[in-house]
């Protein structure tokens, strides 16, 4: 049974910190791509950034460059959050992608100002 398991989120000021985690389990996924997505109230989900199993490739929106960070370690991958603006409050999802795609339960992050 694949799982993805996020964590981290929480309630930060605006400037703050945060890194989010994902635990990935119950298959191979050296051939996905791995990501995060964000869904804002009343807005489209969509993606933060992504990156590829060995970390050959990564992607990340306009909005987030130079403030967020994806990477993984083992089985997890980490979204390192910093300088957080309000516009960055939402549910942030695990995400895995390649013939199949898999996402995670979601994560509150909200970001005061």
């Known amino acids: 049974q694949v799982q993805l398991v996020e964590s981290g989120g929480g309630l930060v000021q605006a400037g703050g910190s945060l890194r989010l985690s994902c635990v990935a389990s119950g298959r191979t996924f050296s051939s996905y791509v791995m990501g995060w997505f964000r869904q804002a109230p009343g807005k489209e989900r969509e993606v933060v950034a992504r990156?590829?199993?060995?970390?050959?490739t990564t992607y990340y929106a306009d909005s987030v460059k130079g403030r967020f960070t994806i990477s993984r370690e083992q089985s997890t991958v980490y979204l390192q959050m910093n300088s957080l603006k309000t516009e960055d409050t939402g549910v942030y999802y695990c995400?895995?992608?390649?013939?199949?795609?898999?996402w995670g339960q979601g994560t509150q992050v909200t970001v005061s100002s």
């Open positions: 990156m590829s199993w060995n970390g050959a």
């Open positions: 995400h895995a992608r390649s013939l199949y795609e898999y």
